[in-house]
């Protein structure tokens, strides 16, 4: 067995959900060594938000860089380069300073990550980059003649 995941809620310093589940978990890691690691529980995003990006912000996107650079790109390479400018690790070599962007994985975004820290990257980097206003959910879309 790798790992165990078991939601649970910590009200007065102690375990308030699955005791019962949390017990068996340290009966089965008994006498190994072991990574204990808490992290917060948030909603995940919804599929609705996410066909909202992909149906609506990535062809915006593919639209822009067609206009910037001349280049047609499908949607996993313009949401490739957006992860590539919007949700990265970056690695630091000590001994040169140089630096590298990692791409990290969107779908490991929660909502609030998701709403309030990568879309508002996406919207800036679009602004800025290519000079696009990428829209809400609740916005008119205005309908640009060619």
């Known amino acids: 067995m790798k790992a165990i995941e078991i939601e649970t809620r910590i009200e007065g310093g102690k375990f308030r959900q699955n005791n019962d589940f949390i017990i068996q978990a340290v009966q089965q890691f008994e006498g190994k060594e072991i990574k204990l690691i808490f992290k917060r529980k948030y909603k995940e995003r919804t599929r609705k938000e996410n066909a909202f990006y992909w149906a609506i912000w990535i062809p915006i996107l593919q639209r ?83």
């Open 64 to 146: 822009a860089v067609l206009e910037t650079w001349g280049e047609i790109r499908d949607p996993n390479e313009v949401h490739e380069i957006i992860k590539l400018n919007c949700n990265y690790e970056e690695k630091i070599n000590e001994e040169t300073g140089q630096f590298i962007r990692i791409p990290k994985s969107s779908t490991q975004l929660n909502t609030y990550e998701w709403e309030f820290e990568f879309k508002q990257k996406i919207r800036q980097f679009a602004m800025d980059f290519f000079n696009v206003v990428l829209p809400e959910p609740n916005e008119q879309l205005t309908i640009k003649d060619f």
